[in-house]
């Protein structure tokens, strides 16, 4: 009986961790290269001031569609940031699709601006949605081709893609 209860006890327990260690929320990525360089520069205590300060600025009606793209643009920045101060992948996941948004609004406004089209492939690259990522990098690169940051990420994008297919196909 005491042998039944010991298997019984052990397999509770293997189940217990099992269960427990499904429930682990993912931690949050690192963030890519070009985005810790801006980290170290920026003062993270006030993200969300300037967060606050823009959507109060965007609910102004008097201002061009070119400064309306500038502040979401400004926006989707600051949400991109906060975004690598998220101690989960889901959290971060979330800050990063509000950040696509915004810049979505901003390209929307002034269509014509690379930084603006290049951030948005980043922002879709970084959630792993590699086919519109490369639309918004081809577009940048459209308009700007000799900016290098634009081309090294479009460049780490083909190996992203590259590197999930292989490990799709090798669980397959």
């Known amino acids: 009986m005491r042998i039944l209860i010991g298997i019984l006890s052990t397999i509770w327990l293997l189940f217990g961790m099992v269960c427990y260690s499904a429930l682990q929320p993912e931690p ?25 300060q823009n ?10 569609k070119y400064q309306r793209a500038g502040y ?3 926006l989707a920045r600051q949400y991109w940031l906060k ?3 998220q ?3 889901l959290q971060q996941t979330t800050y990063l699709r509000l950040a696509l ?39 940048a690169l459209k308009i700007y081709p000799d900016e290098p940051q634009f081309r090294r990420r479009y ?16 669980e397959e």
């Open 72 to 74: 979401y643009f400004s």
């Open 101 to 139: 948004q915004q810049c979505l609004h901003a390209v929307k406004y002034n269509p014509d601006m690379p930084w603006f089209k290049y951030m948005a492939g980043d922002l879709f690259h970084q959630l792993g949605d590699f086919d519109n990522a490369e639309q918004y990098y081809v577009q």
């Open 28 to 52: 949050a990525a690192p963030p890519p290269w070009h985005a810790k360089q801006i980290l170290r520069s920026v003062d993270l205590d006030r993200i969300d001031e300037r967060i606050q």
């Open 155 to 170: 460049y780490q994008l083909k190996e992203d893609r590259e590197k999930a297919a292989q490990a799709e196909t090798a």
């Open 55 to 64: 959507i109060f600025i965007l609910g102004s009606q008097k201002m061009t």
């Open 83 to 85: 975004s690598y101060m």
């Open 87 to 89: 101690q989960t992948r």
